[in-house]
């Protein structure tokens, strides 16, 4: 079964540390990997995309993506309360255009 | 990128009745998709929105329970029928951009109460 998983959380983290989420995904062909974020009460809203193996830097957010060990990780450095939020991983599995979302992963950024 | 909105935002309706969900998009867009969220869920495709053609529906989803209509390249609605308190949801309209159509777009979300 083509699945995308996430640890749900949460996740706390101090005002100004790292924050590290993980997404793992079931199918080696996958080609497309997407970071969503949610507030509560929200649409998702995205993030940044990801396509080749590597690192990807935008801002304050970094997605690291590793396909032969099938995972996809979103750093962010210097977490602020307002990252508090749920955090969904996306991915094009199986070649479809259609991603597959995660369940999310809660962000909790205490002062 | 796309500017989607979504109309009711929430509405309480209810059981056995009906409700339309619009969404329009700011430009024109080959790919339209319906999600449902449930409470603490992540999202679950309902279908895909096909303008010129039927709606293409995801395993556990039936047209008779969930029309779609895509009349243009801006524009489609879900219905929800004969609706029960297990429909109580949010329902999200997003957008596929990008050169294969991936990159998607949400709108606010609808948010309904089933009674």
């Known amino acids: 079964q083509k699945e995308v998983e996430q640890n749900s959380g949460p996740l706390s983290v101090p005002e100004g540390a790292i924050a590290s989420l993980n997404c793992t995904y079931s199918d080696r062909g996958s080609q497309s990997f997407f970071w969503y974020r949610q507030y509560s009460g929200k649409s998702p809203e995205l993030i940044m995309s990801i396509y080749s193996n590597g690192d990807k830097e935008d801002g304050r957010f970094t997605a690291q993506l590793n396909k032969a060990s099938q995972y996809v990780s979103l750093l962010i450095r210097d977490s602020q309360p307002s990252d508090s939020a749920t955090y969904l991983c996306a991915v094009s599995l199986g070649g479809s255009y259609i991603p597959t979302f995660g369940r999310g992963t809660s962000l909790i950024v205490h002062p | ?115």
């Open chain 2, 1 to 115: 990128s796309a500017v989607i909105s979504q109309k009711p935002s929430r509405d309480i309706c209810q059981r056995g009745t009906s409700l339309t969900i619009q969404c329009q998009v700011d430009s024109q867009v080959t790919m339209m998709f319906w999600y449902r969220q449930q409470p603490g869920q992540s999202l679950t495709l309902i279908a895909t929105a096909n303008q010129g053609s039927e709606a293409t529906y995801e395993s556990g989803f039936v047209i008779d329970k969930f029309p779609i209509s895509r009349p243009n390249l801006t524009f489609s609605t879900l219905t929800v029928s004969n609706m029960s308190p297990e429909d109580s949801s949010i329902y999200l309209c997003s957008a596929g951009q990008g050169m294969t159509q991936e990159t998607q777009y949400f709108g606010p979300g609808t948010r309904l109460l089933v009674l």
